[in-house]
T-cell receptor, first 114, second 115 residues
Framework: AQSVSQHNHHVILSEAASLELGCNYS??????LFWYVQYPGQHLQLLLK??????LVKGIKGFEAEFIKSKFSFNLRKPSVQWSDTAEYFC????????????FGAGTRLFVKA | GAGVSQTPSNKVTEKGKYVELRCDPI?????LYWYRQSLGQGPEFLIY????????DSGLPNDRFFAVRPEGSVSTLKIQRTERGDSAVYLC?????????????FGQGTRLTVV
């Protein structure tokens, strides 16, 4: 069965600090990978996604993620965070063949101090 | 509408009562998903529709939970004999394909509180 593990439940950073949120998944086949973000009071929104090709994926608002197949990882990064990045971030995995059930990690709450 | 719409946004019900939660997906999206999100957890898959049929209902926790999508658009999640443990935010999402190769758009969710 698929599973997703996010390493940090809470992260506190100062503005301009660099961010890396860890995500590991458990699935033996080919996967689609996603990062979703939920800003306070808003619904889940897609930040970026990986289906194939270049394992370094760039998303909105300066976020990027790198798929490392050998490590079953899809870590999210941003070189310099802003106060407006305060949100909850969810890593998600979907099996590509015959799959449609997207499994989410427990989420990481990021708080950026102004 | 422009996005996925869920009603009501909040629902408080007494233990043992029946509730219905509604989801209006983005027009033209064939795939529709229901998730449940408890405090401090990520969204937990409940059921997936492709068109009118439930393609995967393996996430429904027990037979008190049921969902329909009779015309391939609006979906209703139905919970019978509600229990306090059913309290959570119920999320609906839709996408234009069912194989996970496209983005799922989420609604704001329905916060269900069973007292």
């Amino acid at each position: 069965a698929q599973s997703v593990s996010q390493h940090n439940h809470h992260v506190i950073l100062s503005e301009a600090a660099s961010l890396e949120l860890g995500c590991n998944y458990s699935y033996g086949g080919t996967v689609n990978l996603f990062w979703y973000v939920q800003y306070p009071g808003q619904h889940l929104q897609l930040l970026l996604k990986y289906f194939s090709g270049d394992p370094l994926v760039k998303g909105i608002k300066g976020f990027e993620a790198e798929f490392i197949k050998s490590k079953f990882s899809f870590n999210l990064r941003k070189p310099s965070v802003q106060w407006s990045d305060t949100a909850e971030y969810f890593c998600a995995v979907n099996a590509r063949t015959g799959g449609f059930k997207t499994i989410f990690g427990a989420g990481t709450r990021l708080f950026v101090k102004a | 509408g422009a996005g996925v719409s869920q009603t009501p946004s909040n629902k408080v019900t007494e233990k043992g009562k029946y509730v219905e939660l509604r989801c209006d997906p983005i027009s033209g999206h064939t795939a529709l998903y229901w998730y449940r999100q408890s405090l401090g957890q990520g969204p937990e898959f409940l059921i997936y529709f492709q068109g009118t049929g439930a393609a995967d209902d393996s996430g429904l926790p027990n037979d008190r939970f049921f969902a329909v999508r009779p015309e391939g658009s609006v979906s209703t999640l139905k919970i019978q004999r509600t229990e306090r443990g059913d309290s959570a935010v119920y999320l609906c999402a839709s996408s234009s394909e069912g194989l996970g190769n496209t983005e799922a758009f989420f609604g704001q969710g329905t916060r269900l509180t069973v007292v």
